[in-house]
């Protein structure tokens, strides 16, 4: 009676849809459904499972929960064995973008997290929660129910899909949050819910939309608000009369429904004609829409989102009522059982316990299939769990199984290519899987085989060939897999190459910067000794001569290791305080450590003061000394006073060169305290105008000397040699000073850049001092001829004295000049020993930097070549204050010894001159020393810059060699390498050039 009611309700409805179908289409004036390439009609079997109602399984004893019902990454269990959970409670939580947790689907005990055989095709095995049931009671921990789901923010309701672990149950289980985000990339016009349900057997759709028609309306309701769509549209095979009377009743009374706000958009029940697969996500949009998505595309792609009628279910019950994905309707079916139906079974349940549900029959299952016939798999055990997207467990019997059938030739028959709706070519593909010409079979769209066997059912030659087309893709996959891993590898190569690399660089930037501040504290300390020195020199006239620079360098030093050391001794008190491990007597000893420590400091600092007080207190007395000097002596300043300034000249500039580098370092790369950088140009540039200043000065003062020396010269009196070299050195000066005005006036005009009038007028200028020092040095030169002509006795005297008393002075001595018996104390003269043994081994470390550098075309070869200057100037220094001090020695040990009676008579000093008597002999000796001497570093210095010379040429020439045959990846680097040897070749040449100069002027 229900049966035969049931069948004219079908007849009926089926009537009804057809003709509601037919009359919109006809409405519209245009064909409302479309068709879509090949499907076939295979027997649809659905009577046997879709006659009884839709009930819910017994709780389960056990369920056996796997980490991965979903596409994406597998959950992470959040449960330990032995707890207890409550149904829906969460047992594993998502992890990356794609993934679902998994809820607890009754209520238990966790009694294993293992590896278990899970329903996949591969048959492999998956991580599972398994729980086991702890009594009758289906204790719930349920989500906050939102039955005002309107009320929520849209991105709510998004995080409740995902926090409910609600996935797609008609496909491979694709996160449905992740599918309601598609509107944030793609513009969506049509939802669709596809009810066509389409494979033979299953029926669980079916059901769900006979049985909860409003839950499925109100689920649409919710995801067209996430994905807001134009229409909804519900498109069901016509073999579901009764689903079609459901959910246009649904419609009807939602509609009615005026406590509810009126639907946005065009909801319809759309019934296509039975066809498989149009239950295919591609073939139903196509007969829907009349869209196709393109090869390897999505829905999206032409603004469509399909869900499947269990998914919007779980939707629905996950929003309004809090319900976690626990469950899900599966169609217990086939030959094999005695009473199919659907079920709505808890996700964990063994299959054979749904089975018995159905009644097995005596003569047992032949074989068990999840999923139907055309796209299933078969198990291999009823002992595995129900998961997310188990629809169906279709169980045949032996008659019901035919024999398996022997796969024949291939016979280019072309059915597999009429019934394809994917529009593709089986066979080719079918010989590409077989032949493993995978790249082939990609080429041939295999990626857009939906799996539906329609070839396989068509194929006279009974050749699987959905089997082919699984293992083709699983080897792609794996092949893609590995494709990844190794460019992931490499990425990770790549990276740690390039974060040594960037590791490296810092480094080499610290290693710089320290070797800058080395070399600036180097140039700082040169300054100063310049200074010094010149002061020493200047001071030389003085009776009361100041510390040397030597000294307050040792002074600085002393006071610096004390810092240091004062330093460490508080660093490693701090450190035993830090840790606590230290006893109470090694504190002590350490805070002893420190205030020794500081006792150093304040008496190194002490001594320092005194020192810098007493240079300081004995410029003054220098500064008054020239004009006694000149009057005294008539001699011109020395060259060594010249030579100092120009080193001082050169060490300022090289600041101002550093300076600016800094500065548009840190400009260019936007790091650093730019305004402290400007600040120290500036600072830069006002020292270099000084030292130029200076310069100046002193070359005027020395061509004035010479010219005053060539007056007296001309008026009678004679020129004394060292008035001669004098005026010579000043000729080479001013020689250098005109060629490097010329060489800046041309760099300057070929690059257009820099102040073109005022260097041409400083080259007039260094011509005209040339000009005034070749005019003065000729009538020196001539008078001295002159004068030896007439008088060579008295001159010879007269200068000899002249230039013992000036060069002795220079020299630095503590004996004062009209005091000439004062003896150095033999700790002055190991103490000046010290400073000579410390100025050489100085000169060597800058000689072998020097000889580094030239080797290796790294490093300034300019600033090296000042330091090794400086370090030789120096020496000589050191040298001329030892000599001195040692020669007052001997003349005070031979004067209390009765030197009178040992020293024969010395000549007798020019009138004028303040001579030292008695010590003429040993003063001469002196000065032929420090003649000596300064040739010996004077041809020391010329072979060195010699051999920098050719070093910096070689550098350059391997340099542009290497430029000449580099790739474009390395060109910038060996072009910045080419353009500083080129820098320090020229360096290199121009201290040639001067030092060649200064040994012509010899
Ligand atoms: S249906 Fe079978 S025999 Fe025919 S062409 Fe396709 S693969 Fe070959
Ligand atoms: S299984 Fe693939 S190739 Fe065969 S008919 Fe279906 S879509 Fe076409």
């Given at each position: 009676?229900?049966?035969?009611?049931?069948?004219?309700?079908?007849?009926?409805?089926?009537?009804a849809?057809?003709?509601e179908?037919?009359?919109?289409?006809?409405?519209?004036?245009a064909?409302?459904v479309?068709?879509?390439?090949?499907?076939?009609?295979?027997?649809?079997?659905?009577?046997?499972s879709?006659?009884?109602?839709?009930?819910?399984?017994p709780?389960?004893?056990?369920?056996?929960?796997?980490?991965?019902?979903?596409?994406?990454?597998?959950?992470?269990?959040?449960?330990?064995?032995?707890?207890?959970?409550?149904?829906?409670?969460?047992i594993?939580?998502?992890?990356?973008?794609?993934?679902?947790?998994?809820?607890?689907?009754?209520?238990?005990?966790v009694?294993a997290?293992e590896?278990?055989?899970?329903?996949?095709?591969?048959?492999?095995?998956?991580?599972?929660?398994?729980i086991?049931?702890?009594?009758?009671?289906?204790?719930?921990?349920r989500?906050e129910?939102?039955?005002?789901?309107?009320?929520?923010?849209?991105?709510?309701?998004?995080?409740?899909?995902?926090?409910?672990?609600?996935?797609?149950?008609?496909?491979?289980?694709f996160?449905?949050?992740?599918?309601?985000?598609?509107?944030?990339?793609?513009a969506?016009?049509?939802l669709?819910?596809?009810?066509?349900e389409?494979?033979?057997?299953?029926t669980a759709d079916?059901?769900?939309?006979r049985?909860?028609?409003?839950?499925?309306i109100?689920?649409?309701?919710?995801?067209?608000?996430?994905?807001g769509?134009?229409?909804?549209?519900?498109?069901?095979?016509?073999?579901?009369?009764?689903?079609v009377?459901?959910?246009e009743?649904?419609i009807?009374?939602?509609r009615?429904d005026?406590?509810?706000?009126?639907?946005?958009?065009?909801?319809?029940?759309?019934?296509?004609?039975?066809?498989y697969?149009?239950?295919?996500?591609?073939?139903?949009?196509?007969?829907?829409?009349?869209?196709?998505?393109?090869?390897r595309g999505?829905?999206?792609?032409?603004?469509?989102?399909v869900?499947n009628?269990?998914t919007?279910?779980?939707?629905?019950?996950?929003?309004?009522?809090?319900?976690?994905?626990?469950?899900r309707?599966?169609?217990?079916?086939?030959?094999?059982?005695?009473?199919?139906?659907?079920?709505?079974?808890?996700?964990?349940?063994?299959?054979?316990?749904?089975?018995?549900?159905?009644?097995?029959?005596?003569?047992?299952?032949?074989?068990?299939?999840?999923g139907?016939?055309?796209?299933?798999?078969?198990?291999?055990?009823?002992?595995?769990?129900?998961?997310?997207?188990?629809?169906?467990?279709?169980?045949s019997?032996?008659?019901?199984?035919?024999?398996?059938?022997?796969?024949?030739?291939?016979?280019?028959?072309?059915?597999?290519?009429?019934?394809?709706?994917?529009?593709?070519?089986?066979?080719?593909?079918?010989?590409?899987?077989?032949?493993?010409?995978?790249?082939?079979?990609?080429?041939?769209?295999?990626a857009?085989?939906?799996?539906c066997?329609?070839?396989?059912y068509?194929?006279?030659?009974?050749?699987?060939?959905?089997?082919?087309?699984?293992?083709?893709?699983?080897?792609?996959?794996?092949?893609?897999?590995?494709?990844?891993?190794?460019?992931?590898?490499r990425?990770?190569?790549?990276?740690?190459?390039?974060?040594?690399?960037?590791?490296?660089a810092?480094?080499?930037?610290?290693r710089?910067?320290?070797?800058?501040a080395?070399?600036?504290?180097?140039?700082?300390?040169?300054?100063?000794?310049?200074?010094?020195?010149?002061t020493?020199?200047?001071?030389a006239a003085?009776?009361?001569?100041?510390?040397?620079?030597?000294?307050?360098k040792?002074?600085?030093?002393?006071?610096?290791?004390?810092?240091?050391?004062?330093?460490?001794a508080?660093?490693?008190?701090?450190?035993?305080?830090?840790?606590?491990?230290?006893?109470?007597?090694?504190?002590?000893?350490?805070?002893a450590?420190?205030?020794?420590a500081?006792t150093?400091?304040?008496?190194?600092?002490?001594?320092?003061k005194?020192?810098?007080e007493?240079?300081?207190?004995?410029?003054?007395?220098?500064?008054?000394?020239?004009t006694?000097?000149?009057?005294?002596?008539?001699?011109?300043?020395?060259?060594?006073?010249?030579?100092?300034?120009?080193?001082?000249?050169?060490?300022?500039?090289?600041?101002?060169?550093?300076?600016?580098?800094?500065?548009?370092?840190?400009?260019?790369?936007?790091?650093?305290?730019?305004?402290?950088?400007e600040?120290?140009?500036?600072?830069a540039?006002?020292?270099?105008?000084?030292?130029?200043a200076?310069?100046?000065?002193?070359?005027?003062?020395?061509?004035?000397?010479a010219?005053?020396a060539?007056?007296?010269?001309?008026?009678?009196?004679?020129a004394?040699?060292?008035?001669?070299?004098?005026?010579?050195?000043?000729?080479?000066?001013a020689?250098?000073?005109?060629?490097?005005?010329?060489?800046?006036?041309?760099?300057?005009?070929?690059?257009?850049?820099g102040?073109i009038?005022?260097?041409?007028?400083?080259?007039?200028?260094?011509?005209?001092?040339?000009?005034?020092?070749?005019?003065?040095?000729?009538?020196?030169?001539?008078?001295?001829?002159?004068?030896?002509?007439?008088?060579?006795?008295?001159?010879?005297?007269?200068?000899?004295?002249?230039?013992?008393?000036?060069d002795?002075?220079?020299?630095?001595?503590?004996?004062?000049?009209?005091?000439?018996?004062?003896?150095?104390?033999?700790?002055?003269?190991?103490?000046?020993?010290?400073?000579r043994a410390?100025?050489?081994?100085a000169?060597?470390?800058?000689?072998?930097?020097?000889?580094?550098a030239?080797?290796?075309?790294e490093?300034?070869?300019?600033?090296?070549?000042?330091?090794?200057?400086?370090?030789?100037?120096?020496l000589?220094?050191?040298?001329?204050?030892?000599?001195?001090a040692?020669?007052g020695?001997?003349?005070?040990?031979?004067?209390?010894?009765?030197?009178?009676?040992?020293?024969?008579?010395?000549?007798?000093?020019?009138?004028?001159?303040v001579g030292?008597?008695?010590?003429a002999?040993?003063?001469?000796?002196?000065q032929?020393?420090?003649?000596?001497?300064?040739?010996e570093?004077?041809?020391?210095?010329?072979?060195?810059?010699?051999?920098?010379?050719?070093?910096a040429?070689?550098?350059?020439r391997?340099?542009?060699?290497?430029?000449?045959?580099?790739?474009?990846?390395?060109?910038?680097?060996?072009?910045?390498?080419v353009?500083?040897?080129?820098?320090?070749?020229?360096?290199?040449?121009?201290s040639?050039?001067?030092?060649?100069?200064?040994?012509?002027?010899?």
């Amino acid at each position: 009676m229900v049966l035969s009611l049931l069948k004219s309700m079908v007849t009926s409805s089926r009537s009804a849809a057809t003709a509601e179908a037919e009359h919109t289409q006809k409405g519209q004036g245009a064909p409302r459904v479309f068709d879509f390439h090949g499907g076939i009609h295979p027997p649809e079997h659905k009577a046997l499972s879709n006659r009884a109602p839709l009930v819910a399984a017994p709780l389960p004893h056990e369920v056996v929960l796997p980490l991965s019902q979903h596409i994406g990454a597998p959950a992470q269990p959040l449960v330990e064995i032995g707890q207890r959970v409550k149904t829906g409670e969460l047992i594993a939580r998502a992890q990356g973008m794609i993934s679902a947790p998994v809820h607890a689907s009754i209520t238990g005990v966790v009694t294993a997290i293992e590896p278990r055989q899970i329903p996949h095709v591969s048959g492999l095995e998956d991580l599972c929660i398994v729980i086991e049931r702890d009594g009758e009671i289906d204790e719930w921990a349920r989500l906050e129910a939102w039955r005002d789901w309107r009320q929520q923010e849209a991105q709510d309701l998004i995080q409740r899909l995902q926090d409910a672990g609600v996935v797609g149950q008609g496909g491979a289980g694709f996160p449905s949050a992740v599918k309601a985000r598609v509107r944030e990339r793609h513009a969506i016009d049509t939802l669709i819910l596809n009810a066509a349900e389409c494979e033979p057997y299953i029926t669980a759709d079916d059901l769900t939309m006979r049985t909860h028609p409003e839950a499925l309306i109100e689920g649409l309701e919710i995801l067209a608000s996430l994905i807001g769509p134009e229409c909804i549209l519900i498109g069901i095979e016509d073999n579901k009369p009764e689903a079609v009377i459901a959910l246009e009743q649904a419609i009807r009374a939602r509609r009615a429904d005026k406590r509810l706000p009126p639907l946005d958009s065009r909801l319809e029940v759309v019934v296509v004609p039975t066809k498989y697969p149009s239950g295919g996500e591609k073939q139903l949009i196509k007969l829907l829409t009349d869209r196709e998505v393109p090869s390897r595309g999505l829905p999206a792609d032409v603004g469509v989102v399909v869900h499947n009628p269990g998914t919007v279910r779980a939707v629905q019950r996950a929003v309004c009522f809090g319900e976690p994905m626990i469950s899900r309707v599966v169609t217990l079916t086939g030959e094999a059982l005695q009473h199919p139906h659907n079920v709505e079974a808890r996700l964990g349940t063994a299959i054979g316990d749904l089975l018995r549900l159905a009644a097995p029959s005596a003569s047992g299952i032949a074989r068990l299939v999840m999923g139907g016939p055309m796209m299933g798999f078969t198990l291999e055990s009823d002992a595995l769990p129900i998961i997310k997207t188990t629809n169906c467990l279709l169980a045949s019997s032996p008659e019901a199984v035919p024999a398996p059938a022997v796969e024949q030739p291939c016979i280019r028959c072309g059915m597999c290519e009429q019934a394809c709706p994917a529009e593709l070519l089986p066979q080719q593909l079918y010989w590409f899987s077989k032949s493993r010409e995978f790249d082939k079979a990609e080429l041939y769209n295999l990626a857009d085989c939906i799996e539906c066997g329609a070839c396989s059912y068509v194929c006279p030659s009974q050749i699987p060939l959905v089997q082919y087309y699984r293992f083709a893709k699983g080897e792609i996959r794996t092949a893609q897999h590995e494709a990844r891993k190794s460019e992931r590898a490499r990425h990770r190569f790549e990276f740690k190459q390039a974060r040594m690399a960037r590791e490296e660089a810092e480094k080499e930037a610290k290693r710089q910067q320290r070797a800058q501040a080395a070399q600036k504290a180097a140039a700082a300390r040169a300054e100063t000794a310049t200074a010094a020195d010149t002061t020493s020199t200047a001071s030389a006239a003085a009776p009361s001569a100041p510390a040397a620079a030597t000294d307050l360098k040792a002074f600085k030093t002393a006071r610096a290791a004390a810092n240091i050391a004062l330093k460490k001794a508080e660093k490693a008190l701090k450190a035993a305080q830090d840790s606590g491990e230290s006893s109470a007597s090694d504190l002590a000893a350490l805070d002893a450590n420190v205030t020794a420590a500081k006792t150093r400091l304040a008496s190194a600092e002490s001594a320092l003061k005194a020192a810098s007080e007493a240079s300081e207190s004995a410029a003054p007395a220098a500064a008054g000394a020239p004009t006694a000097n000149t009057a005294t002596t008539g001699a011109a300043t020395p060259a060594a006073d010249l030579k100092a300034l120009k080193t001082a000249r050169a060490a300022a500039n090289i600041a101002v060169k550093k300076a600016e580098k800094a500065l548009k370092t840190a400009q260019d790369s936007g790091e650093g305290d730019i305004p402290a950088l400007e600040s120290s140009v500036t600072d830069a540039k006002a020292r270099l105008a000084k030292a130029e200043a200076d310069l100046k000065a002193a070359s005027e003062a020395s061509e004035s000397a010479a010219s005053a020396a060539a007056s007296t010269s001309a008026t009678g009196a004679a020129a004394p040699a060292a008035d001669l070299k004098a005026l010579k050195t000043v000729r080479a000066a001013a020689n250098i000073a005109v060629k490097k005005a010329e060489k800046a006036l041309k760099t300057a005009q070929d690059s257009g850049e820099g102040d073109i009038p005022a260097l041409e007028a400083s080259v007039t200028d260094a011509k005209a001092r040339l000009a005034k020092a070749e005019g003065d040095l000729k009538a020196a030169t001539d008078a001295a001829g002159a004068a030896q002509g007439t008088d060579k006795g008295p001159v010879a005297s007269a200068a000899a004295g002249s230039a013992q008393t000036t060069d002795t002075g220079a020299a630095g001595s503590s004996a004062g000049a009209a005091a000439p018996a004062a003896a150095a104390p033999s700790a002055d003269i190991k103490a000046l020993k010290t400073a000579r043994a410390a100025a050489n081994i100085a000169v060597k470390k800058a000689e072998k930097a020097l000889a580094r550098a030239s080797e290796s075309g790294e490093g300034d070869i300019e600033d090296l070549q000042t330091l090794l200057a400086t370090a030789q100037e120096n020496l000589r220094a050191a040298e001329v204050r030892l000599n001195s001090a040692q020669a007052g020695s001997t003349d005070a040990t031979l004067a209390t010894k009765g030197a009178g009676e040992l020293i024969p008579e010395a000549p007798k000093p020019a009138a004028g001159s303040v001579g030292r008597g008695s010590m003429a002999s040993n003063v001469t000796l002196s000065q032929a020393e420090i003649e000596a001497s300064r040739a010996e570093n004077l041809a020391k210095r010329h072979k060195q810059v010699s051999i920098a010379v050719k070093a910096a040429e070689a550098a350059h020439r391997k340099a542009e060699a290497a430029l000449s045959e580099t790739d474009d990846e390395n060109r910038q680097r060996l072009a910045t390498k080419v353009d500083r040897t080129r820098r320090n070749l020229e360096h290199a040449r121009e201290s040639l050039a001067e030092v060649q100069a200064l040994v012509d002027a010899q």
